[in-house]
């Protein structure tokens, strides 16, 4: 143990940094890209053929389905401005005009929807600051179905 302590005392000690190593500090390096997911393999020699995941590398996240249909929340539906409305909903059902406000009516299967626009001051645009749910859209869930159904019989209607 002394003799550890002795030499100990006689290691060198590193050198001071000078004022401009004091300046220098190291960059961090970028992430690098996750890869894309492989199609998985369809036949045994296909599977011989993939690489196996390195220990370190992370594992690919898997890709949302193209079918799921983006349904916002009833919340969302605030402050939304014409355009945004339409390209999310669709055109309105019935538009009636009831100063100061501008409702769109939407029809759902089970429910219907208004949204009302008022004008923005500071801006001049109108946007929504109200919605009303009628008919089956009690509860959050429902409401979410019935918002589903718009936007569903919107994408069936730009189809056609």
Partial sequence: MA?????AG??????????AAQDLRPVPRKPRPIAHPRKPATSQQE????PEQQPGEAAPE?????????????????????????????PAAQTNKRAPATVWHYKGDRCELDLSFYMEMKTG????????????????????????????????????
């Fill in 3 to 7: 003799l550890a302590v002795a030499l």
């Fill in 10 to 19: 006689c290691a060198e000690n590193p050198p001071a940094p000078t004022p």
């Fill in 47 to 50: 599977e011989a053929s993939v």
């Fill in 62 to 90: 898997p890709q949302p389905e193209q079918t799921a249909l983006a349904v916002p929340t009833s919340s969302d539906l605030i402050g939304l401005d014409p355009q945004r409305t339409t390209a999310l909903l669709g």
């Fill in 125 to 160: 645009q109108m946007r929504t600051l109200h919605y009303d749910f009628k008919g089956e859209a009690a509860s959050p869930e429902q409401r979410q179905a019935c918002l589903r159904s718009i936007i569903e019989e919107h994408r069936k209607s730009e189809r056609s």
